[in-house]
């Protein structure tokens, strides 16, 4: 697991430089989708491969909660997006997912999986601002429902993990 978290965090890192050396809204669009995909992958794939099949379903209940309390937010609540593209900023559903995932791997698998997972997902909020979709309040707005979603619906893994 150690070489596939590093992996993530290596991604992470290129995804970032992709998205600096591009330095427009698409590029930081673009690098936020990718860092939500690989920590959703990261979240459902390492329980998968472990065959620890109680995980991969209290992972995918977290990025439900975090993905169903997004999308009913934004339907209540019509804020404009910076880039005035439409009414959907509030809250940041790629934050959402992201945090969500990241909280899953960190409470069921330890600090070792939760702080690169937490990297990344912190990536994404900020991604999500600089490409100019959403406003500070809808990124830290995802980030407490992913966090609370993940580290409310998953359990420890066992009892080694701190």
């Known amino acids: ?37 690989l920590l959703v992958g990261t979240a459902l ?11 991969d379903l209290e992972a995918a209940g977290s990025l439900v909660a975090a993905g169903g309390t997004t999308f009913v937010l934004k339907e209540l609540i019509h804020e404009r997006r910076p880039d005035r593209s439409d009414d959907r900023s ?7 997912i992201s945090f969500a ?3 899953t791997l960190e409470k069921r698998y330890g600090w070792h999986a939760g702080l690169p997972a937490l990297a990344v997902a ?20 995802g980030a407490v429902i992913g966090g609370v ?3 409310l619906i998953t359990g420890r893994h066992d009892d080694r993990v701190s």
């Open 45 to 55: 794939g390492v329980p998968a491969v472990q065959g620890d099949w109680r995980g």
């Open 90 to 96: 509030f809250p940041s559903g790629h934050t959402s």
């Open 122 to 141: 912190s990536f994404v909020g900020l991604a999500r601002v600089q490409a100019d979709k959403h406003y500070v309040h809808d990124v830290i707005a």
């Open 149 to 151: 979603s993940g580290l």
């Open 1 to 37: 697991m150690t070489r596939f978290l590093f992996a993530v965090t290596a991604a992470a890192v290129a995804i970032a430089s992709l998205s600096s050396a591009q330095a427009s809204a698409h590029g930081w669009g673009k690098a936020s989708s990718i860092g939500r995909t």
């Open 101 to 103: 995932a990241a909280a």
